[in-house]
């Protein structure tokens, strides 16, 4: 199982990004993924999720109406598009596998493997 988060970068105040998480070794169809992401000295924080059933989403408060995340099975990718950014948005973006099939949720203990992470940068 290998997941490869690309996408992150540098953008202004307001502007938009979309973060990619493309999975390997297994059928993301099968799984939920989860977006998490970290700041130095804090926690992993949960940002959003897509379950493996129906694909029901979630999404922390902190996120809700400018984030989206999707789920292209046939390319076994899941995307995270992220609008109206902000600078506390800036942090290692990760994306990881939860193999349960109940509805996903945002801990991280929960999940069974990470992606490597990505970093986002919202400047002024």
């Known amino acids: 199982v290998q997941l490869q988060a690309s996408g992150g970068g540098l953008v202004q105040i307001g502007g938009s990004l979309r973060l990619s998480c493309a999975a390997s070794g297994f059928t993301s169809d099968s799984y939920a993924i989860g977006w998490f992401r970290q700041t130095p000295g804090k926690g992993r924080e949960g940002v959003s999720c897509v379950s493996a059933l129906y694909g029901v989403t979630y999404y922390a408060d902190s996120v809700k109406g400018r984030f989206t995340i999707s789920r292209d099975d046939a390319k076994n990718t899941v995307y995270l598009q992220m609008n109206s950014l902000k600078p506390e948005d800036t942090a290692v973006y990760y994306c990881?596998?939860?193999?349960?099939?109940?509805?996903?949720?945002?801990?991280?203990?929960?999940?069974?493997?990470w992606g490597q992470g990505t970093l986002v940068t919202v400047s002024s």
């Open positions: 990881a596998i939860d193999d349960d099939l109940a509805p996903c949720a945002l801990f991280p203990s929960r999940y069974d493997a």
